[in-house]
T-cell receptor, first 117, second 113 residues
Framework: GAGVSQSPSNKVTEKGKDVELRCDPISGHTALYWYRQSLGQGLEFLIYFQGNSAPDKSGLPSDRFSAERTGGSVSTLTIQRTQQEDSAVYLC???????????????FGSGTRLTVV | DQQVKQNSPSLSVQEGRISILNCDYTNSMFDYFLWYKKYPAEGPTFLISISSIKDKNEDGRFTVFLNKSAKHLSLHIVPSQPGDSAVYFCAASEAGNTGKLIFGQGTTLQVKP
């Protein structure tokens, strides 16, 4: 597609429920990233996929968070047993590859606003 | 441990004047620095970047300055326009292709007509 697509754009869930957030990166981009922005905070790195390499999961805040990327394209971020502190905007981004990262950055989607009540 | 810091949460300037957004970093291994702009309900969009071997990069109304000895960079917007009102994030990438950007907390710029 022309840009990074995320769905849903908004999600309200009850505490304790599981949620799945979807990201469809730009076609041909081999690198895919998940970040989140909590209220009043900066962009917090969560996880990064590059091609067929093992993902960098170093930013995942707990084992309730997981992500997968199927077929090197679409990615799903899953949060199990959601807590109120999980409320944030979850942003997905993609880039051509990690080597061009510094020069061109990534392209972000519009995000999914998750509210846990 | 915040490796990229934007110490000013907000900045207000008059239309037509210069906006200066600041960013400090601690990691001397960063090889590129980037600025992103974010409007409400949208994802951040890439504005401009600078290599660590440069001290200045200019693109239209936007100029980024890098002071490596001070581990400081700044984004200048001249002249500022009301449409520039947004949250600005500074980011850095680490040499050796760790593959991800590290972002600051953001500065909200308001340009008053």
């Amino acid at each position: 597609g022309a840009g990074v697509s995320q769905s849903p754009s908004n999600k309200v869930t009850e505490k304790g429920k599981d949620v799945e957030l979807r990201c469809d990166p730009i076609s041909g981009h081999t690198a895919l990233y998940w970040y989140r922005q909590s209220l009043g905070q900066g962009l917090e790195f969560l996880i990064y996929f590059q091609g067929n390499s093992a993902p960098d999961k170093s930013g995942l805040p707990s084992d309730r968070f997981s992500a997968e990327r199927t077929g090197g394209s679409v990615s799903t971020l899953t949060i199990q047993r959601t807590q109120q502190e999980d409320s944030a905007v979850y942003l997905c981004a993609s880039s051509l590859d990690a080597k061009t990262l510094g020069r061109y950055g990534y392209t972000f989607g519009s995000g999914t606003r998750l509210t846990v009540v | 441990d915040q490796q990229v810091k934007q110490n000013s949460p907000s900045l207000s300037v008059q239309e037509g004047r210069i906006s200066i957004l600041n960013c400090d970093y601690t990691n001397s291994m960063f090889d590129y620095f980037l600025w992103y702009k974010k409007y409400p309900a949208e994802g951040p969009t890439f504005l401009i970047s600078i290599s660590s071997i440069k001290d200045k990069n200019e693109d239209g109304r936007f100029t980024v300055f890098l002071n490596k000895s001070a581990k400081h960079l700044s984004l200048h917007i001249v002249p500022s326009q009301p449409g520039d009102s947004a949250v600005y994030f500074c980011a850095a990438s680490e040499a050796g292709n760790t593959g991800k950007l590290i972002f600051g907390q953001g500065t909200t710029l308001q340009v008053k007509p």
